[in-house]
Nanobody, 129 residues
Framework: QVQLVESGGGLVQAGGSLRLSCAASGRTFRDYAMGWFRQAPGKEREIVAALSWSGTNTYYTDSVKGRFTISRDGAKNTVYLQMNSLKPEDTAVYYC??????????????????????WGQGTQVTVSS
């Protein structure tokens, strides 16, 4: 099991930027794909971005393409979500998650919460108009 702790959320005006961090501890972080999800009030949890264990493959949901970037720092056991040009519709609780499978090839199959076995507690992102 891996423990995940998110940070970096907050209140920002539309058009602004935030960088979320997710610090991992426990099992070998570098061998697992990572993902960022978000959940707005009254809505289901949705995938935002995913990054393969090797760092070579990424997935972004259409609404954040070109604005958000997922990355990882193996030396720091941390995954990041850089969010630029934020919009009010990005307002949600953001969660990071670790893949259930070790060294999954690519990012196929990582679009649903069921693919992930470990979750952080979430961090609130609020974008004002």
């Amino acid at each position: 099991q891996v423990q995940l702790v998110e940070s970096g959320g907050g209140l920002v005006q539309a058009g602004g930027s935030l960088r979320l961090s997710c610090a991992a501890s426990g099992r070998t972080f570098r061998d697992y794909a990572m993902g960022w999800f978000r959940q707005a009030p009254g809505k289901e949890r949705e995938i935002v971005a995913a990054l393969s264990w090797s760092g070579t493959n990424t997935y972004y949901t259409d609404s954040v393409k070109g604005r958000f970037t997922i990355s990882r720092d193996g030396a720091k056991n941390t995954v990041y979500l850089q969010m630029n040009s934020l919009k009010p519709e990005d307002t949600a609780v953001y969660y990071c998650a670790a893949d259930k499978l070790r060294r999954r090839v690519g990012v196929g199959g990582l679009q649903t919460p069921e693919a992930f076995g470990s979750w952080g507690q979430g961090t609130q992102v609020t974008v004002s108009s």
